[in-house]
Every structure is written in C-alpha cells, then in structure tokens.
C-alpha cells in the first residue's frame, strides 16, 4: 500500500513538472540571450551640421559682398511687418514682414545628411559617403556668417552660446544601445529620454564620461528607434523623434522618418549625424524668440519657401523641412529612479570597431 502511494505521488510529481516546463518553454525562448547588453550614452555635443570649406562657390555673392544679412556686422535692416495695418515686432510676426529679406541660399553641392526620399533636383551630395542627400535647411541659412564663417565643424555662434549653457542648466538626453552583442555586427535597438538632471562637466570644460544619470519617467521624450550595426556603423532608417529641450536655445527636437549614422571613437565615445523632416517653423523660432547675431527673419521666409515634406492639406504649404545635426555622446550609466541600472558605461567601441568619421575626428581636435 505505501509503495503504492509512493508511486503515485512521484507520477504526480512527473506530470507537475512536465506541466511546469511547459508552461515556461515561451517564456524561456522570448527571453534575452545570456550575452545580450546595453549601453548608456548622455549627449554631451549637439548642432546644426555645417559644411562651408568653399564659401566662395556656395555663397558667391554673400562671400564676395554683394548681398548682406541683417546681422551685427553692419547697419540693421529695416525690416517692416504689419498687422491688421498696424506695425508690429518682425520679429515676433516674420509672417507679416512686407518683403522677403532674400538672404542668399546655397549654391554648392555638398551637405551632410541622408536620403530621405525627396525630389532629385533638391539632392546634396554628403562629402562622407558620396551619397544623396536632402536637407533643405542647410540650403536655407547655409551663407548667413553665423553658420558659412564659423570654422569647421564647430557649432553655429548663436547654437554654441546656447549649448553650452544648456549643459550646465537644464536636463540632458540620455541615449540606450542594446543588442546580444555590441561588440559585433546585428540589430540594436536605441531609445531616448531626458536625464532627471543637467550633464556633469570634466576638467576641460567637456562633458564627463561614466556618470550615472536617472532617466526622466515621463515618456513625452521617450522615443525607441529601431536601427543596426555593421562594420562599427549604427545606423537607423526610419521612426520618429520627439525629445523636450529647455530655453535658452533648443526648445524640441522634432523628426521624422529619422536617420542616424553614428561611428565610434576612442575611449567610447560616439559620434555622427542624425537627420529627418523637422517643423521648419518651430525650427525659424529657435532664432525669432531671442536677440542673436542672426537674421531670422530671413531664416524664416528661406525655410517656408524651402519646405520640403508635409503638405498642409488646406493650403498646399509644406511644413516639414529635411535637416542634419552632428552629435557626439560619451558613455554614461543610466538608472531608473530607484537607482537600479539600466544601462552601463562603457569604453568599448560599438561594433568591435573604431569606426571614427572625418566630421567627428574633427570635433575631437576642436575640443582640444
């Protein structure tokens, strides 16, 4: 009778586990592999992505003073803006200044940037990868001194000044990298937020690598992009992006049918380009909303008519308008607010590979 019973209960222990090993066979094969990993990054480098080694062929006639932007180095122009038949701030209505400024766009041929499917007439060429490109807003503000005249690749005047208080004031974007392995060539999955607090500086006024930042909880900035590595290259071709930004420059960054291409550098940096369509209004107001050596009225009405995506139905206006940014970001820890990590630091080139780009070898020997 008792090794009856015995039997029986091994038989019910037999069928309990088969029963358990059943059940968790999904969840054993949805699960991340041992080997999977995530890295963190801050962005610690951000700005409109400049490209002017031949100002003379793309802005023949600004280079050579026959046409002149309403900036700081010369006589103000006397911009005249109505509303309902009265005069107003033209900069706080570019839409009702009476005549287009007509600031120069750009002649040449080559822009940063990446295919992003537009028109063949409205195509750069990108002196990295030979390929065609878009990016109307480069055409657009190209030749004002505040983007041709600063030395490359450094950010835009009014951008750097910006920048560089927004660093030391205001929340930073905290970037994800996970994959099964990051030190070889697959499909990774990147996601953005917003840190809890401003970025930590280093000795030489950089941003510091290896701090930890808590992940801002509110998914207004959370974006998840889909991309791959190959050959040290992380690139993403398609999603969108929406990232909150503080004053006293960027406000949002704003993109879709998003592109990056970010290669790595020594010590575990990243850097490269991101690009897409943007609000080219949001974008003409980052200028509009502050005194700056700048012409934003001319911004304005170049971007309106260069517009290049987004048709409003009702009035046939485009209001979205193809653009790059060159960024870098350092490695960082990122945790939730709880202080667990969810992201770790480190030196180790994305890829396996120091796969550095030209535009970002530069960026390295500017901050030196």
């Known amino acids: 009778m008792k090794i009856e019973l015995n039997r029986k209960s091994a038989g019910r222990a037999v069928a309990r586990a088969a029963i358990l090993a059943t059940v968790a066979l999904p969840f054993v094969l949805s699960a991340k592999p041992a080997s999977a990993e995530t890295r963190g990054y801050v962005i610690s480098w951000f700005a409109t992505a400049v490209n002017t080694k031949d100002y003379k062929t793309d802005c023949p006639a600004t280079a050579s003073g026959t046409e002149k932007a309403d900036d700081d180095s010369g006589p103000r122009r006397n911009d005249v803006a109505l509303v309902d038949g009265k005069p107003v701030s033209s900069r706080s209505y570019p839409g009702a200044v009476q005549k287009d400024p007509g600031l120069e766009m750009i002649k040449g041929k080559y822009a940063y940037g990446f295919d992003l499917g537009g028109p063949a007439k409205n195509k750069f060429i990108d002196p990295e990868t030979g390929l065609k490109v878009d990016n109307q807003v480069w055409r657009a503000i190209g030749c004002?001194?505040?983007?041709?005249?600063?030395?490359?690749?450094e950010k835009p005047y009014t951008e750097a000044l910006g920048w560089d208080a927004l660093i030391d004031s205001s929340p930073g974007w905290?970037?994800?990298i996970s994959g099964a392995d990051l030190s070889k060539d697959g499909p990774v999955t990147i996601t953005l937020d917003r840190t809890l607090r401003h970025l930590e500086r280093d000795a030489n006024f950089g941003v510091r690598s290896k701090v930890t930042y808590a992940i801002d909880p509110a998914k207004r900035?959370?974006?998840?992009?889909?991309?791959e590595i190959k050959e040290g290259i992380l690139s993403v071709k398609t999603g969108e992006i929406f990232m909150v930004a503080d004053f006293p420059?960027?406000?949002?960054?704003?993109?879709?049918?998003?592109?990056?291409?970010?290669?790595a550098d020594p010590d575990g940096r990243i850097s490269g380009f991101w690009g897409g369509y943007t609000d080219w209004y949001a974008w003409a107001y980052l200028y509009t909303a502050r005194p700056a050596a700048a012409d934003p009225v001319a911004y304005y009405f170049n971007l309106k008519k260069l517009a290049d995506a987004d048709p409003d139905p009702a009035t046939g206006q485009n209001r979205r308008i193809s653009t790059t940014w060159r960024m870098q970001a350092v490695p960082a820890f990122l945790a939730e607010t709880d202080g667990k990590i969810i992201a770790t630091a480190s030196s180790e080139p994305i890829g396996g590979i120091i796969q550095q780009t030209p535009a970002s070898a530069e960026i390295r020997k500017a901050q030196k």
């Open 144 to 153: 004002h001194s505040n983007f041709a005249q600063r030395p490359y690749p």
């Open 174 to 176: 905290a970037m994800q």
């Open 221 to 227: 900035s959370h974006n998840v992009l889909q991309g």
């Open 249 to 263: 420059f960027y406000t949002q960054i704003d993109l879709t049918n998003t592109h990056m291409r970010m290669g």
